[in-house]
């Protein structure tokens, strides 16, 4: 595979990852608010599932994959190693961002969903459920931002050649 097709699937795999991120947080959360309080922690439970195998691989590869470009830059004698490393650590920033400050938020979703407590059921949605969903947004338009931020980086880079 050549250097350029790289480049090109480390931009788009950071825009790609940034765009499903940001997915959550414009149309999943909204509506998890709006549902009742049961349905709203069990659809967290199964998001917060499918984002574990999807996006926890796709920063991979996309950190992988600016961290290669940043490699071969370097090797290359290119100055814009540098730019490419920054994109490869800002999509990496988004695994300690998560582990520190999400995963906290997570683990009590979850609980709140394993619990099955119907007490605080009914057609509204918990007020700590309402706080902790509304955190978790907050936290991720971040992860979204690290992603955005490695592509547009790697784009500049790019187009800067």
């Known amino acids: 595979m ?3 097709v790289t480049k090109g699937l480390a931009i788009a795999s950071s825009f790609t990852s940034g765009g499903a991120i940001a997915a959550a947080t ?3 959360v909204p509506a998890l608010l709006s549902a009742p309080h049961n349905i709203a922690v069990k659809q967290f439970k199964l998001i917060h599932a499918i984002g574990r195998l ?15 470009v940043a490699y071969r830059a370097r090797d290359l004698g290119s100055g814009a190693w540098s730019r490419w490393a920054t994109s490869a650590a800002l999509t990496a920033a988004v695994v300690p961002w998560s582990l520190a ?4 938020v997570n683990g009590q979703l979850l609980a709140i969903a394993g619990t099955g407590d119907k007490r605080e ?13 509304r955190r978790w947004n907050v936290l991720n338009v ?7 931020a490695a ?9 800067a050649e």
């Open 151 to 159: 592509g547009g980086v790697s784009l500049w880079t790019v187009l």
């Open 54 to 68: 999807t996006q926890t691989p796709a920063t991979l590869v996309a950190a992988l994959l600016h961290g290669f």
């Open 121 to 133: 059921g009914g057609t509204e949605i918990s007020e700590k459920t309402e706080v902790l969903l």
């Open 101 to 104: 400050l999400v995963e906290p």
């Open 142 to 148: 971040f992860r979204a931002g690290f992603a955005f």
């Open 26 to 28: 414009i149309l999943v």
């Open 2 to 4: 050549s250097l350029s």
